[in-house]
């Protein structure tokens, strides 16, 4: 695989570019997460009252418009520019959280409130799916000389939104308003969108697939030669890890509310679990030197099926417990699906440009699978305890396919994978020479 060359902008970027591509991150994070920070609100017979199902179907849309939009994304950046693509999806994020605080005022009327959480859903997927490839690509324009580290910071930033959106839901809910957080982050985006709109925002990086480690875009441009059979492995990876990310991020303040853990508690556990997952990559990416990448991706999954293991036999009112177990849940999903996408990135040379993006809409059928799929079993009587005992062998199965992708292979090089675009802007390390010779395309 030869090494694409990437473009330098004309003008460097400004301080004020760069700080609020960052601030896009962080406040991305936080409306990503705001529908299952507030799913005990919608599923309060007091508030929405959905059903577990309905609940889990409102999240349908979401991921529908995420890989569509992505999808859409590259072809509108080949035509628009990435600028336009970023504005659009900053855009939709904030219709999504328009219509999210429209439906406050009929939420006790179903048959009105409900169309309108779709459409907001939908807006959401449709954001995230063109912001985040976007602010992934202006990273690392932005940064030439430190893309590794800037791109871990953007996804650090994104996962501290993730972890906040939880806690807001608290303060608001104490404060007998859950609706101040998606008017909190109506109001971040649309400052966002208004120092967006004067800034010029240039990328000059020809638009592939996006690869971001965090996000649920989509795939991008299929491979010249078709898709090599060892992507499979990855492809089930990347499904089983979705799942049961969503697993921790859609149904654990469910899960502890049933269980008698009050709302509070239950939403600061969410913010635990996040907080964990976005500290447990920060901390492989700083680690790697004495900790392979390949040890933790063997590793993790079994921290994350034990994390089930216990989730599955808390007992009423175990709060404490419950923050802890969850909390281990994050740390065994932290690195998982960043180094699924650089072990895909390196080995799959056949489809180099575009595995990010199959590994990420394979992790977004894993999304889907959890969110709305754990309402129909809980409809046909299954308890959530239940489930989350069935994740536990899931968790072990994405143990057994850690060795399958990347038994006896070289760790990858970095954690928190590059854009496309931008994977030769430093000198290849003798690891990842040996990478991308080891394995021809009719190997793969």
């Known amino acids: 695989m030869t090494a694409a060359t990437p473009a330098t902008p004309a003008t460097p970027a400004t301080p004020a570019e760069k700080l609020t591509v960052y601030a896009a991150g962080l406040v991305q994070g936080i409306t990503l997460v705001?529908?299952?920070?507030?799913?005990?609100?919608?599923?309060?017979?007091?508030?929405?009252?959905?059903?577990?199902?309905?609940?889990?179907?409102?999240?349908?849309?979401?991921?529908?418009?995420a890989i569509t939009a992505s999808l859409a994304g590259a072809w509108l950046a080949g035509r628009l520019g990435w600028r336009m693509v970023y504005l659009g999806g900053l855009a939709a994020n904030l219709a999504s959280m328009a219509l999210l605080v429209a439906s406050f005022s009929v939420m006790t009327d179903q048959a009105a409130a409900y169309p309108i959480l779709l459409a907001a859903t939908a807006f959401l997927g449709m954001g995230f799916g063109l912001t985040v490839p976007a602010v992934n690509t202006f990273t690392a324009e932005f940064h030439p000389g430190a893309v590794d580290r800037s791109v871990l910071v953007l996804n650090a930033l994104l996962g501290l939104g993730t972890a906040l959106a939880p806690v807001f839901v608290a303060i608001f809910v104490g404060l007998g308003a859950w609706v101040g957080l998606p008017i909190l982050a109506a109001a971040l985006l649309a400052g966002l969108l208004?120092?967006?709109?004067?800034?010029?925002?240039?990328?000059?990086?020809?638009?592939?697939?996006?690869?971001?480690?965090?996000?649920?875009?989509?795939?991008?441009s299929p491979a010249r030669h078709g898709i090599p059979g060892r992507f499979w492995a990855f492809g089930a990876f990347a499904v089983l890890y979705g799942f049961c990310e969503t697993m921790n991020g859609n149904w654990s303040q469910i899960d502890l509310t049933s269980l008698r853990v009050s709302a509070t508690i239950a939403s600061l556990t969410l913010t635990v679990f996040w907080a964990m997952v976005t500290a447990g990559r920060v901390l492989f990416a700083a680690i790697g030197r004495w900790v392979p990448g390949r040890l933790a991706y063997h590793v993790l999954p079994f921290v994350l099926a034990v994390a089930f293991a216990l989730v599955a036999i808390l007992p009423a009112g175990a709060a404490w417990a419950g923050a802890a177990a969850f909390g281990l849940a994050g740390l065994g999903c932290s690195a998982l699906l960043p180094l699924t996408i650089s072990f895909g990135q390196e080995r799959l040379t056949a489809m180099s440009a575009s595995a990010a993006g199959g590994v990420i809409a394979s992790y977004q059928l894993g999304y889907g699978l959890a969110a709305f799929g754990v309402g129909p079993l809980r409809a046909a009587g299954l308890t959530l305890p239940e489930i989350y005992?069935?994740?536990a062998g899931l968790a072990v199965l994405l143990g057994v396919l850690s060795f399958a992708i990347a038994l006896h292979r070289p760790s990858p090089s970095s954690l928190h994978p590059r854009p496309a675009g931008h994977h030769g802007s430093r000198p290849a390390t003798s690891q990842?020479?040996?990478?991308?010779?080891?394995?021809t395309d009719d190997e793969l």
């Open 34 to 65: 705001t529908f299952p920070a507030a799913s005990t609100i919608f599923t309060s017979p007091a508030s929405y009252g959905l059903s577990a199902s309905q609940y889990g179907i409102m999240f349908v849309p979401q991921v529908v418009a």
């Open 194 to 220: 208004a120092m967006s709109l004067r800034l010029p925002l240039r990328a000059t990086t020809a638009p592939t697939s996006p690869t971001s480690p965090t996000s649920p875009a989509g795939p991008g």
């Open 389 to 391: 005992g069935a994740s």
């Open 432 to 439: 990842q020479a040996n990478v991308t010779t080891s394995f």
